[in-house]
């Protein structure tokens, strides 16, 4: 699996959008971008995926760059409920060896 | 009721007791995991099943065994628990296609 790169922490103004980024240079070209959350000691929580194509739903949206080598989770009007740790996974979508490794992630910090 | 369960939510065992941790889930998904999260780090895999007579091992196994009884339970065991066991431990499923895991709420785990 392609490695991730993340800043491990991020702070973001209540009601602003929060853009959390993402480097995947080495991304193979059947690799999905995969983003969780995990909002203190909970359980993580996927978020959204996508392969080549920006995706939203209503969560966040997804926008990954032509060439793929980044991408970025947007979620637009932050509250202080988004404060959590986000995790970007690349990842082969599917399959019998289909399983997540988690790295260390963005602590995104949602300010009043 | 939670789609995964896991139990107990806290525990505190002595050094060199076996404990075994239990998930349960709703989900019907054939695909189950265990994974370990220490403070400050991203979340490491266990063990994990694709179904009910498949086990494999992830990236830390050592001093851990699971038992898959059933298409809806997926059983961790510490044979001999030690001190450097202490975390917090988390169960997920995923369906076939591996697309969007539900995690469960944890168990916090304190061998002393």
């Known amino acids: 699996d392609a490695k991730t790169t993340q800043p491990p922490s991020m702070d973001c103004a209540e009601g602003r959008a929060a853009n959390l980024p993402c480097n995947h240079s080495?991304?193979?070209?059947?690799?999905?971008v995969y983003w969780y959350r995990q909002i203190h000691s909970q359980g993580p929580q996927y978020i959204i995926h996508?392969?080549?194509n920006n995706e939203t739903n209503e969560m966040a949206s997804l926008i990954i760059t032509e060439d793929r080598k980044s991408s970025t989770l947007i979620l637009p009007h932050a509250t202080l409920r988004d404060t959590a740790v986000y995790y970007c996974?690349?990842?082969?979508?599917?399959?019998?060896?289909?399983?997540?490794?988690f790295g260390k992630g963005t602590l995104l910090t949602v300010n009043p | 009721d939670a789609d995964v369960t896991q139990t107990p939510r806290n525990r505190i065992t002595k050094t060199g007791k076996r404990i075994m941790l239990e998930c349960s889930q709703t989900?019907?998904?054939?695909?189950m995991y265990w994974y370990r999260q220490d403070p400050g780090l991203g979340l490491r895999l266990i063990y994990y099943?694709?179904?009910?007579?498949?086990?494999n091992k992830g990236e830390i196994s050592d001093g851990y065994s699971v038992s898959r009884q059933a298409q809806a339970k997926f059983s961790l065991s510490l044979e001999s628990a030690i001190p450097n066991q202490t975390a917090l431990y988390f169960c997920?499923?995923?369906?076939?296609?591996?697309?969007?895991?539900?995690f469960g709420s944890g168990t916090r785990l304190t061998v002393v």
């Open positions: 997920a499923t995923s369906d076939s296609t591996g697309v969007g895991y539900t």
């Open positions: 080495t991304i193979s070209g059947n690799e999905y």
């Open positions: 996508g392969l080549k």
């Open positions: 996974i690349v990842r082969v979508g599917g399959g019998s060896n289909y399983k997540l490794t």
């Open positions: 989900k019907g998904h054939d695909r």
């Open positions: 099943s694709f179904d009910v007579k498949d086990i």
